[in-house]
């Protein structure tokens, strides 16, 4: 018994003096710092490092080695000071953006030890910094009334388990009464109910938008748009298992066929105004996709739907109803005359040519749509901006 004791008491003054270490543990370097004149610099401590790189979006692409051309952000050399601190400053100033970023350690990416900030998108961890600006402010948290994200669990019957919603209220929704409008904003392929809160900035950008006045107070509903999945990775029964994008039944309508639940879930459980003109949906990539055939497959629900960087082809699996007579419901959706349908991309996005046939088809049927073509290619930087710019546009009766 004497020893039973002793070790847990040694175990537990090792823990403590863990504790005691993290408490008072210096950082090594500042990195990264941004100047006055808005560049960046970067800095490592490897004394023992042959070779340390930077790659992140502030850099310029790199376009793979192989047959399809696959660009990935660019890598720059630091350079070895005193103490084994290695060191990159920008050559330019850097837009005002939110921007994210790795090192590469004799050819080992990892993340930097001096920054605590970090963001998942999929199975990649990156570091984050924000470079400030008008548009970048919107991501950033001021001193403005500050709504509340909830995670939510819902049971739906389609897929026979309970699932997890990311919920943002805006600012004094608690302590009123008043009914508000709801954008549903999903994810791409590999994303998760996590993705538009974290990497997207949600809260913080609905926020200031509200605060300028630019944007009609909102509840915004973020899905898990994997039907395989009940949560995001590390928050479902499955544990602690890795991220992947090959998740089955993405888009084989299973997700499109249950999504009138989670519309019923929210209206039952929040106070919304219950209306297609009070209703939006909104999505990236494959959650563009999956608007685009929500929207369609329920056009008395939706009066304003954003594809922001969408897939946008007739396709999924054939057998499935929702991809069968895409044309004719997309018809029908416009003879009852959305609000707002909207359509963003970047002039380097691999879905840029699938996009381009998608509004000849718009065009030719004189079916009215807002189309904003950005720089860049499929990117947070452009998703985040898209949708600033929707959510000022959404609930206003203007816009028909």
Request: net charge neutral; proline share 6%; with cysteine.
């Amino acid at each position: 018994m004497i020893k039973t004791n002793l070790s847990i008491a040694a175990v537990a003054l090792g823990l403590s003096s863990q504790a005691q270490e993290a408490l008072w543990w210096k950082t090594p370097t500042v990195s990264p710092e941004i100047n006055p004149d808005k560049t960046v610099t970067f800095r490592l401590k490897a004394p023992k490092a042959s070779k340390v790189e930077v790659t992140g979006d502030f850099l310029p692409k790199e376009v793979l080695k192989g047959k399809s051309k696959i660009e990935v952000p660019g890598k720059a050399e630091l350079v070895e000071g005193e103490n084994g601190i290695w060191e990159y400053t920008t050559p330019t100033p850097l837009m005002p953006e939110l921007y994210s970023y790795s090192f590469i350690v004799d050819g080992l990416k990892t993340t930097d030890p001096s920054n605590v900030y970090l963001t998942r998108d999929v199975v990649t961890t990156s570091n984050i910094f924000l470079v400030d600006g008008p548009q970048s402010n919107l991501y950033a948290v001021n001193k403005v009334p500050h709504g509340t994200v909830s995670k939510v669990w819902f049971n739906c019957k389609t897929t026979g388990n309970d699932r997890r919603l990311t919920v943002y209220t805006p600012a004094g929704y608690e302590k009123g009464k008043d009914k508000y409008p709801v954008l549903y904003l999903l994810h791409g392929m590999g994303g998760d109910e996590e993705a538009w809160i974290t990497l997207g900035r949600v809260a913080q950008i609905m926020d200031n938008l509200i605060a300028q006045g630019k944007a009609k107070p909102m509840i915004v509903v973020m899905p898990n748009g994997n039907v395989d999945q009940q949560a995001a990775a590390g928050y479902a029964p499955t544990g602690f298992i890795t991220p992947t994008i090959e998740l089955p039944h993405t888009m084989d309508g299973t997700f499109e066929t249950s999504f009138p639940e989670i519309v019923k879930f929210i209206d039952d459980t929040y106070r919304t105004n219950a209306r297609k003109s009070a209703r939006a949906i909104a999505g990236l990539s494959m959650g563009g996709f999956h608007s685009m055939h929500i929207s369609k497959e329920y056009p008395e629900l939706f009066d304003y739907v954003g594809l922001f960087s969408a897939s946008v082809g007739f396709k999924g699996r054939a057998e499935s109803s929702i991809y069968q007579n895409c044309e004719e419901k997309i018809k029908r959706q416009f003879a009852l005359k959305p609000a707002l349908y909207w359509i963003s991309i970047g002039k380097e996005d691999f879905l840029y040519k699938e996009n381009v046939e998608f509004r000849k088809f718009l065009d030719k049927n004189k079916f009215n749509y807002f189309y904003l073509e950005t720089d860049d290619g499929h990117i947070w930087k452009n998703w985040r901006t898209y949708l600033c710019l929707f959510a000022q546009k959404a609930f206003i009766p203007s816009n028909k």
